[in-house]
């Protein structure tokens, strides 16, 4: 079966698997939207490159990111080398918000100082 035809079935897999997640994600808002669209993308996932001019960078990843896993920060991080990757283990996607004391202060400090620090981890 072809993929646009798999897509109930799937939507209920992910439903059993996560039901709290609600099926969720960047991938699948873009999947299930394009499914059937007649025309082929003529864009293909590349790697992107940074201006020379972008500042000291900071990317902050939650553990538990639905809307962005961990591996999409990741891959930036390893493509951006003027940035520092802040991880905490909290869920959402708004560590500025989610009460974790350390993220709050690492993107503080990054926004009054335009230092991302080194790269850890906020519990």
């Not at 939207?33 to 960078?57: D, E, K, R």
């Not at 990111?65 to 999409?72: G, L, N």
């Not at 869920?91 to 009054?112: P, R």
Request: proline fraction near 9%.
């Amino acid at each position: 079966m072809d993929f646009a035809g798999r897509m109930p079935e799937m939507a209920r897999e992910v439903a059993d698997l996560g039901p709290m997640l609600r099926g969720y994600s960047e991938w699948w808002d873009i999947a299930s939207g394009c499914v059937g669209w007649p025309i082929p993308s003529a864009w293909q996932p590349h790697p992107w490159h940074a201006a020379p001019s972008l500042p000291p960078t900071l990317l902050v990843s939650g553990a538990h990111d639905i809307a962005t896993p961990r591996v999409f920060a990741t891959g930036v991080h390893q493509q951006l080398g003027s940035s520092s990757l802040l991880t905490w283990e909290g869920e959402g996607h708004t560590a500025w918000i989610s009460g974790n004391q350390c993220a709050k202060a690492a993107i503080t400090q990054y926004l009054v100082t335009v230092d991302p620090g080194s790269a850890h981890t906020c519990k």
